[in-house]
């Protein structure tokens, strides 16, 4: 009996020992999840690159992605203001890119973060910041209602203080477009150059098209375009047409009609009209092109009209016949100018006879 007991006590034991000396099994670390990883789309253009990442943004869509292309736009251009900026809004903590304290201000028909961002913060492109830090998932998606709040930067104060003292309802953004405008004159331009006029041709020059229409868009009219801006901005209009005439042609008939617009404000009507047509091809319910391009087609067959219907009365065949052929390419079905130019013809060959 002593014997069972002392081998149990020495297999007690060994086991102890055993259960002593063995090694402990930790328990597997939790598995982090994997950070995913992003690379720049091959094949784009810088302009094209910027404006993916601006796009990615604006949706919320990739951030981490909109990041990549941002640091190889930057690879490329390092001297990106806009890249630059937009990744200072990524990569910097909201904590430190804006102060705690805020206002609260209720969106009004027609507002956005952009427009939010550009009134009180200086930089259109400070969206991306601002929806931060509201915890806005989608930057392109404000109701009208919303309220937002705004961090009291310098410039934010110095615009709210401006409403206060003209005593504009700053709870809310109805009045921010009158207050901008109002704002830009007594300040001397600071606020509106870094966001208007300045914010756009900085766009125009990295050819970032989509964002410099929409500084554009979002001017106040006391604004003046240089004929270096109308030209820049035509041009941006126009390209941006052509490259989106397929996949969306309500928008590039749009972009066509602004296109006309301008040219016909820097005196080009043949060819403003060209652009309504073109607009019209796209979208023949486009009533603001319908209706442009009826009125300058009108003025335009009047005036070649006239200034032919002058030269044939001077004598001056050859510049009459092109008149009225000029006017027959717009209005092939313009009675009086068939008549003339028919009559026009057949005295200049009888003089080349008689010659």
């Known amino acids: ?78 001297n990106s203001k806009i890249a630059n900026s937009l990744l200072a809004q990524i990569n910097t903590p909201i904590g430190d890119y804006f102060p705690a304290e805020f206002v609260a201000i209720t969106l009004s028909n027609g507002e956005s973060l952009s427009t939010i961002a550009k009134q009180y913060l200086g930089d259109t492109l400070q969206f991306y910041a601002l929806a931060q830090y509201n915890n806005i998932a989608n930057p392109g998606k404000t109701t009208i209602g919303q309220v937002i709040h705004v961090p009291l930067t310098s410039k934010a104060k110095a615009f709210i203080d401006f409403k206060i003292g003209k005593g504009m309802d700053t709870s809310s953004t109805k009045q921010d477009h009158q207050a901008g405008s109002e704002f830009q004159g007594q300040s001397g331009g600071e606020l509106g150059a870094a966001t208007g006029i300045e914010q756009m041709r900085l ?76 607009s019209l091809q796209l979208n023949s319910k486009n009533e603001i092109s319908e209706r442009l391009y009826a009125g300058l087609k009108s003025q335009l067959t009047d005036t070649y009209h006239r200034d032919a219907s002058l030269a044939f009365r001077r004598q001056e065949l050859e510049k009459a016949i092109e008149l009225w052929q000029k006017l027959l390419l717009i209005d092939p079905e313009h009675v009086h100018a068939i008549n003339y130019l028919s009559q026009a013809q057949r005295l200049k060959n009888k003089l080349q006879r008689l010659e």
């Open 1 to 78: 009996m002593r014997s069972l007991k002392n081998w149990l006590a020495l297999a007690t034991f060994l086991a102890l020992v055993g259960c002593a000396s063995s090694p402990s099994v930790a328990p597997p670390p939790a598995a982090s999840p994997e950070s995913a990883l992003f690379t720049p789309e091959t094949g784009l253009t810088n302009p094209q690159r910027l404006s993916k990442a601006i796009a990615l943004l604006s949706s919320g869509d990739n951030t981490g992605q909109a990041k990549v292309e941002l640091q190889a736009y930057l690879d490329l251009v390092p």
């Open 203 to 278: 766009l125009l020059t990295e050819k970032h098209y989509w964002g410099a229409i929409q500084a554009y868009e979002q001017l106040d009219p006391a604004n003046k375009l240089n004929d270096s801006d109308t030209r820049a901005l035509i041009a941006a209009y126009r390209k941006s047409a052509i490259d989106s005439a397929a996949s969306n042609p309500l928008l590039a008939s749009t972009y066509y009609q602004q296109t006309g617009n301008l040219i016909a404000n820097s005196g080009d009507n043949l060819l403003a009209l060209e652009m309504f047509d073109l």
